[in-house]
């Protein structure tokens, strides 16, 4: 099966891949992140789900179906690095009394929050989970997400995060994109935290060990949440076997940046609070920053340093934090938008920290570019200038979703 698509502008994202430096699966650090390697008018063609060839000009396969782009833009698929889709219920009566100026430490007190959505995943089946996520995964192709890392994380007991990480495998079997599980055993607490973080250290962990050897584990380092004890005990533990990620900064620089280098965590994640020594000492690591400029926007105006981050050379992502509490959108595009008028990043940069630097965050190398050899997982914008995704605001940008080469229904 072949697909040519034709007339297109293409960000290619393979700019920085110039002969003598590394393989794809690097992220994009620094200034790299502005390049897009754009090919103002040109060709892709996909066999058998992957990018067979790229460029100006490219001969069709007598078999091949055609698209003309018309001139607008084609890029790869947005790779969300960073979602908590899988919840039931509803956290709307919370958002009103919020909007009415309730304090949050009220509404925490009367049983709102992560607890409200722990309580309503318990209450719910591993069906109804999936059900609700098809629905969202859905929604999210269509705003032009092929890739999708879910968290698990409000189920606070072992049989309940396995039940949501079941769930979140049943789902991603039924959808095109690809989705990737991670194990969020340190969301939030029962009891007194220094036991609760005993027990998911010495029973929990292993238990979702057994299930899903080799998963991604995360916590939330904040006051109220995981402290950073608590979280380098979870983290000594679990990088035996398990690659790390932690939620560090959001509202409190508490000191979690530092051990997340020194521990080689993957990524750091939010990072509103962060100091500028901690950003600077992040960008100089191997660990990569996630910002998630949605969270400021749905709750307190707080935005992380983005671009000193990029500045600094640092190897950043974007995701939309999708959630029920305080980041209620999937859209990328809008991530994007938020991205470049909060957080100091370019149009450029940010479409570079939502595509392939995002990939680099779940450790894939065959996404996130548009080159031979990708899995063809692509996009065509209704635009053809690629700033649109930033400047436009509400709506969906994308006019064709194509997932491992089979184009979706619009
Ligand atoms: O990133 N920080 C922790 N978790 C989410 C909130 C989840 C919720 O409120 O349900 C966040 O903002």
């Not at 050379?313 to 999937?330: D, K, S």
Request: a neutral charge; one cysteine or more; glycine letters at 10%.
């Amino acid at each position: 099966m072949s697909l040519l698509i034709r007339n297109a502008r293409v960000l290619t994202l393979t700019a920085p891949l110039k002969p003598g430096q590394p393989v794809p699966g690097r992220p994009r650090r620094g200034k790299e992140l502005g390049e897009l390697g754009v090919i103002p008018q040109g060709d892709v063609l996909i066999v058998d789900g992957k990018i067979s060839a790229v460029g100006p000009k490219v001969e069709s396969p007598p078999d091949a179906e055609v698209i003309d782009a018309q001139g607008r833009v084609l890029m790869p698929g947005f790779v969300d690095c960073h979602t908590h889709i899988c919840w039931a219920g509803d956290r709307l009566g919370e958002w009103e009394q919020k909007l009415k100026g309730v304090p949050h430490a009220e509404i925490l007190r009367t049983g709102g929050g992560i607890q409200a959505t722990v309580r309503a995943v318990r209450d719910a089946t591993k069906k109804q989970l999936a059900a609700h996520l098809k629905t969202r995964l859905d929604a999210l192709l269509r705003d032009g997400t092929t890739t999708v890392e879910i968290k698990s994380g409000y189920g606070l007991q072992a049989e309940e995060e396995l039940k949501m990480l079941r769930a979140i495998v049943r789902a991603g079997n039924e959808w095109p994109g690809t989705i990737i599980p991670t194990a969020l055993l340190g969301h939030a607490f029962e009891g007194e935290l220094d036991e609760y973080a005993r027990m998911v250290v010495k029973e929990m962990l292993p238990t979702v060990s057994r299930e899903f050897p080799a998963i991604t584990v995360d916590a939330y380092c904040e006051q109220g949440a995981w402290s950073v004890e608590a979280c380098v005990r979870f983290f000594e533990k679990a990088s035996k076997h398990h690659p790390l990620r932690v939620h560090a900064d959001q509202f409190t620089s508490l000191g979690m940046v530092p051990e997340a280098v020194r521990l080689n965590v993957r990524s750091v994640d939010h990072l509103e609070a962060s100091t500028k020594a901690d950003l600077l000492l992040l960008a100089q690591s191997r660990t990569m920053g996630v910002i998630l400029p949605c969270t400021g926007f749905h709750t307190d105006g707080r935005y992380a340093r983005g671009g000193f981050f990029v500045d600094a050379g640092g190897a950043l992502a974007l995701a939309t934090n999708c959630n029920p509490g305080t980041a209620p959108t999937h859209s990328m595009p809008f991530a994007i938008a938020l991205a470049v008028r909060f957080c100091g990043l370019s149009p450029a940069e940010a479409i570079a920290a939502a595509t392939v630097n995002a990939a680099a965050v779940l450790g894939f190398s065959d996404r996130g570019m548009i080159e031979p050899g990708q899995r063809a997982d692509l996009i065509i914008l209704r635009h053809k200038d690629e700033r649109q995704l930033a400047y436009e605001l509400g709506g969906n940008p994308v006019d064709q979703v194509i997932c491992s080469g089979v184009l979706m229904p619009g």
